[in-house]
Structure formats: structure tokens, C-alpha cells
């Protein structure tokens, strides 16, 4: 496995850090049995991580030992904190009902305080890893500069497959706004860059396609749709200056990544998600993409008597993402089945904030709406705009991190619905 | 709107802060400046005066004061 002593690494640089630090595996390895300590058994841990040694060593130590790891940020708001220690028993020291095989459990929603976790098997990261290794043609010589947060999947995804090879990771966690960044770039020659649609939006910004990079060899994107335009800018750029980009398709439900385009296709299939990546499969089941494949995830949890459950997907999941595929067998998502919307790289279920909001206001009438990084509208009937903007945004700030200007509310007559009920959010524009 | 109104409208409006806070404001010290707050408060600052910033220049904003050097090199006089 990827977290494992694989002396064939030991002497290699698994990473550098901020403070121009520099670790060999062998070292990251030790640091990270320090910090986790003796082990009297298996348990269930919350690690709160950041892009830093201390949080690289003591994941993959608690890996090692066998402890089944939550992992949050480590700016997660301490009620959130609380809430997800409360519901796993993370007090109970006991591993005897945890499933043998579980290694990890993510949050599918960034920081929206959702306490639900996608319960993920060593074989599923491994998997995962392997693939990724592949696509990418991974080798040692890699310096992957971390863009991501480590708790995100996709963050997660690029530190276990450069580790798996016995490559370099420069780890920060300055922003792409900082100029500090940039010197860590230069200065230790960073070979490729992951980012999200809004990353992209940044480099983009910053002018990256003019900047003078020389050792940047690779970027990937996923998290969401990328703007046709930027796909195509980025992916000219690549093709003409030798570079190599990919456009990757994922979620957390499968560990990480189901499909990508490979890179000398990526002008001739604007907007794809490509095809599954080695080792799985996508078909098209009533307009829904099902990916089959060793890295889907075992199941939720919502409690911890869930962390006993075997592998409920066996290996096929419902991806909720609508779409068809092509002629070449390269995939296109069309749409979501149920209403989820990315914002500024946050995944958001628009049904679940409608559902706290109308448990917030008992009396009132609300439907919320929204696009991917577009404003979240608040419709609420029979009410004076005014009355309640501050108050919604407010409860959008403390509940979920959302921006006070990334929501507006909206006054309506009546929210409109069929004659069963359900609200008919096409009319509400 | 005179130069520095316009410069301040854009830290009020975005970041939700008064105008008493800005002389102390710097980039990711308050949770609506993240990178997200940043890539808003420049489009704003470039739309108020009819600028394109440079990559360098973005970087250097990185506080409410040291904007204000920044934008002087694109001939933003806070005087006027």
C-alpha cells in the first residue's frame, strides 16, 4: 500500500515544506509513528489536518496502524468539530464493531457541516491510487505543489498517488493570491498543479498561460464542470508549450477520480468528462452514469453503528450525474438528478439548506435556488424582502460558510407548486 | 464618486466591514478576504477605474494599504 515503509523510498524526498524544510520517507515515517504514539489496538481517529508535515505523517501513520480516520480541516468551526466527535463516539477507544476493512471516512460537503461520511476501504484508496499512477503517468521525478486542502478528496487523491511512487510533494498552505506561492513554485521546481473550476478561474486571473514556469509539466482539473473556454485556453496552452492537462471527472463516493480525458484529446472533446479511468467502467442506466470499479466507496455513515456495515455498493455506484455517452466512449454529464450545486468549490445541496431554512421559519413558505457559482436564492412568501436578507444571510454564514453576498432572498406571492405538492423550481426565476 | 470613495466602496461592499476597518484590513485576517473575496475585490477595483492589473500587482494587494500604492502606478491619484 501507499502508506506503507517501502524501503525502496527511504532516502528519497517525500516531501518540503513552508519553512523550506525537507523530509525523506524514512523521516515522514518516523515522524508520523512519533506523533500517533504506541498503538494499543485499533481506533477510530479524527484527524484535523492542513497542507503540513505534522498533518502528511501522522495520516499515513494512523493508516499504518490500522486506525479507520475521519478527516477534517484543521480550520473546521469547533461546534462542527464537536457535532462529528459526538455522533461517531469518537470517545469510545473500542474497534469492535468497525469494519475490518474501513481506512478512511470523508465529508462529501467541505465545511457545510454535514456529519455524513463516505466510508472508504484500504483497497478503495490503494485502487484509487493505482489508476490515478497510470492515467497520469506518475513517476518519482514529480513535484506536485498542493493546491487543495488535504481532508478534500481530490487534495487527498494527489498526495497518495505522488507518495505511492516515491516522489516529492511541496507542501503549503498559501493561497495561489499569495506571492509567497509562487516563489515555492520557482524555487522548488513544482511539476504539476490540481485545481477545481474556481482555481482554474484564479490562474486564469493571474495569468498563468503567461507566466514563466519552466519545470511545470502537468495540471489536472476536476471538482466540477470547467467554462468551455477555459478548457479550451488551458488545454492550447498545454498542447502548445508541451505540457499536459487533464480534465478529470470524481467524486468522493468512488475514493477520488472515475474517468478523465486524456490530454491530446482534450480540445476535440470540449465539455466531456472523458472515459473511466484504468480499472473501471462507465455505462449509461435511464440517462444516469453508473461507474463499476475497485475504488467505489463501501457506503455512508450517518452514525457510528454505521461504521460496522460491509460494503454495501459492491463496487457500482449511482453517480446522480445525468448524461450520455459519445460514439468514442467518452462520457457528458447533462445534468444532476437530485439538486446539488458547486459553489466556489463547496458542493451545496440546495435541498438540504431548503429543509433547514423551513425548519428555521416554521410559519413561511421557502424554496432556495441556485447554479454553480452563481448567487443562492432565497424565495420566501409573503414576506418583505428587507425583513429578512440580513437575518437569512447570516444563518447562511454560521450554518454553512457561505458568503453573505453569495445569497440574495426574494420576495414571492406564493411559491408555486404542481398538484402534488412539489415546488416547481423552473418557475422560480 | 471620488477616487478613494470608490476604493473604499470596494473593501465595504465586499467584505462587509465599515470604513473604520479598513485602514487596518489585510488579505485572509478576515474570513470574507479569502481568495475568493480577492478575485471579487479585484474585479471590482479594476471596474471602478477602468483598469487590467498586472499578476504582480494582483499579489500586491494584499492589504487595504498597500492597494492604494499599487493602484498609484496605474495613475490613481487618492488626492482628487
Redesign the interface.
Known sequence: MFFDRNEQFKNNTACICDDGSVYTYEQLWNLGDELIGKSDGRKLVLLQVSNDVESLAAYLAHLRAGNPVILMSRDADSSIVEGMKDTYHLSDDSAENIYPDLALLLSTSGSTGAQKLVRLSYENIQANCSSIVEYLGLTCDERPITTLPMEYTYGLSVLHSHLAVGATIILTNR?????EF?NLVEKHEATSMAGVP?TY??FD???LT??NLPHLKTMTQAGGHLKPELQEKFAKWAAGTGRKFFVMYGQTEATARMSYIPPDRCLDKPGSIGIPVPGGRMEIVEDEIIYYGPNVSLGYATCREDLAKADENKGRLETGDMGYMDEEGYFYITGRKKRFIKL?GKRISLDQIQDVLSQEYPDRDIAVTGEDDKKIAVWIAGIEQADFESEVQKLF?GKW?I???MVSVKSIDKIPRNSSGKIIYKELV | MTNLEKYNYAFTS?F?VSEEDLPGLK??EI??W???????L?ADIEAAYGIQM???D???L?SYVKGKDVLAKYGVNFDE
Not at chain 1, 493561497?175 to 506571492?179: E, G, I, K, M, V
Open positions: 493561497t495561489l493570491f499569495d506571492s509562487w474556481y478561474a484564479m486571473r493571474l495569468k503567461t507566466m466556489q454564514e460558510a458568503r453573505s453576498r | 465586499n462587509k488579505y485572509q474570513f470574507e479569502d481568495s475568493v473575496g480577492h478575485m471579487d479585484i498586472d499578476t504582480k494582483v499579489l500586491d494584499s
